[in-house]
């Protein structure tokens, strides 16, 4: 299977805890995303979003600064046994967080979906959010 390598660089106006918190945090999760969600703050630790379209569990979590999951998609072309490995990165910046995100092994007939999902489900909801607009 042929794989690519999504990555965005996304500037938010909280600061990195907050941000990391609004992946962290099942309240704040779901309500970014409009789908209930479950998230472990566990090493191994499971999460399951968007009625379980996307699942995981925890690799590393340094609380406002890293996470790194590994995440699965319930949809067609996706293997069943097969993970991508989701990191995200927070540093402080002068307009609140600059947040570095990559994602590795996703199949290359899902890159397209994937990439613009991550704005149209989470960063341009985590920036309304943060701005008062969600």
């Given at each position: 299977?042929?794989?690519?390598?999504i990555?965005?660089?996304?500037q938010?106006?909280?600061?990195?805890?907050?941000v990391?918190?609004?992946i962290?945090?099942?309240?704040?999760?779901?309500?970014?995303?409009g789908s209930e969600?479950?998230?472990?703050?566990?090493?191994?630790?499971?999460?399951?979003?968007?009625?379980?379209?996307?699942?995981?569990?925890?690799?590393?979590?340094?609380?406002?600064?890293?996470?790194v999951?590994?995440?699965?998609?319930?949809?067609?072309?996706?293997?069943e046994?097969?993970y991508?490995t989701?990191t995200?990165?927070?540093?402080?910046?002068?307009?609140?967080?600059?947040?570095?995100?990559?994602?590795?092994d996703?199949?290359?007939?899902?890159?397209?979906?994937?990439?613009?999902g991550?704005?149209?489900?989470?960063?341009?909801?985590m920036t309304?959010?943060?701005?008062?607009?969600?």
């Amino acid at each position: 299977m042929e794989t690519r390598t999504i990555q965005h660089t996304v500037q938010f106006a909280g600061t990195p805890k907050e941000v990391y918190e609004l992946i962290m945090d099942e309240e704040l999760h779901s309500e970014i995303t409009g789908s209930e969600a479950t998230m472990s703050r566990d090493i191994d630790g499971e999460f399951d979003v968007f009625e379980g379209y996307c699942q995981g569990y925890n690799i590393e979590l340094i609380e406002g600064q890293k996470i790194v999951q590994a995440w699965q998609f319930a949809e067609d072309g996706w293997p069943e046994d097969h993970y991508s490995t989701c990191t995200f990165l927070f540093e402080p910046s002068e307009d609140g967080t600059k947040m570095t995100f990559t994602q590795t092994d996703v199949p290359a007939e899902k890159y397209d979906a994937l990439d613009s999902g991550w704005y149209q489900f989470y960063w341009d909801n985590m920036t309304d959010y943060l701005e008062g607009n969600l």
